[in-house]
């Protein structure tokens, strides 16, 4: 949409919409990337590498399956819409990630559990940019959120998501992904937030990407108080 060489993305305060330090044993993953960089299996492969570790694991995802499931979202990715939509649902995902926050990922880390979440803030970024919302107001709806501990990138060429998506879902595609010039404007925020996230080649074999990711990890071992491993998956 935007073919302008100008940032898009306000750095300072993306920075600052990150609440205070938490004073938790727990530690929170995100692991970011367009759809088909092979964010599921790292999730994944990952959890199951810590799990081993004796870790305590949750698994988990933004947005929600109920923002997912909204009509609304589904027939904005399905065909696009108005910057006025875009601002709608932009709050409704900021609402959906406020909720998961609280009910499923500052429990996770009072209780020193590892949580592993696919997107988190940085695709509401990645996507609401593109469709001509405003980062300082993206940036100021989102604010308070927990800091990810590690924040991955799956950087790969948009030709080869493009390939992966038509393998996996053949020309059934959303509308970011039926067009490499809308693929390169939502990767283009991920790059701009560079700073913010650790980028991983997400075109290396999967077993290579998670060494990559494990490679990046300082955590030390589980204390008696998460140990045991819960199994723990939470999308919701």
């Known amino acids: 949409m935007d073919s302008s060489n100008e940032t898009r993305v306000d750095i300072e305060s993306f920075r600052k919409l990150f609440g205070e330090p938490r004073p938790t044993q727990g530690r929170l993953i995100s692991i970011v990337g367009f759809d088909g960089s ?4 790292q999730i994944e ?7 081993r570790q004796g870790h305590e694991v949750v698994e988990t995802k933004q947005p929600t399956d109920w923002y ?3 009509s609304k979202v589904q027939s904005f990715h399905a065909e696009g819409g108005s910057v006025e939509t875009a601002h709608i ?3 409704l995902a900021a609402a959906d990630r406020r909720q998961h926050v609280r009910e499923v990922i500052e429990p996770a880390l009072e209780r020193g559990a590892i949580v592993l979440c696919d997107r988190y803030v940085y695709a509401t970024f990645g996507v609401f940019i593109h469709r001509g919302v405003d980062s300082e107001f993206l940036a100021t709806i989102n604010s308070g959120i927990p800091r990810p501990d590690y924040a991955f990138y799956l ?7 493009v390939r992966r998506l038509k393998e996996r879902d053949g ?3 959303q509308h970011e992904e039926k067009s490499v010039d809308r693929i390169e404007s939502i990767t283009r925020t991920y790059k701009e937030l560079a700073s913010e996230l650790i ?3 997400g075109s290396a074999p999967p077993t290579d990407v998670t060494a990559a990711i494990l490679s990046h990890l300082q955590i030390g071992p589980p204390t008696t108080e998460n140990s ?3 199994g723990l998956s939470a999308n919701a």
């Not at 092979?38 to 299996?41: A, D, I, V």
């Not at 492969?45 to 799990?51: D, G, K, P, V």
């Not at 950087?155 to 998501?161: E, G, K, V």
Request: without cysteine; charged residues 25%.
């Open 199 to 201: 980028s991983i080649d």
């Open 155 to 161: 950087d790969m060429s948009s030709a080869d998501l």
């Open 89 to 91: 649902l932009a709050l």
């Open 45 to 51: 492969q990952t959890a199951s590498a810590l799990r």
């Open 68 to 70: 997912r499931q909204l």
């Open 171 to 173: 020309e059934n595609l």
């Open 38 to 41: 092979g964010k599921t299996t």
């Open 228 to 230: 045991t491993d819960h």
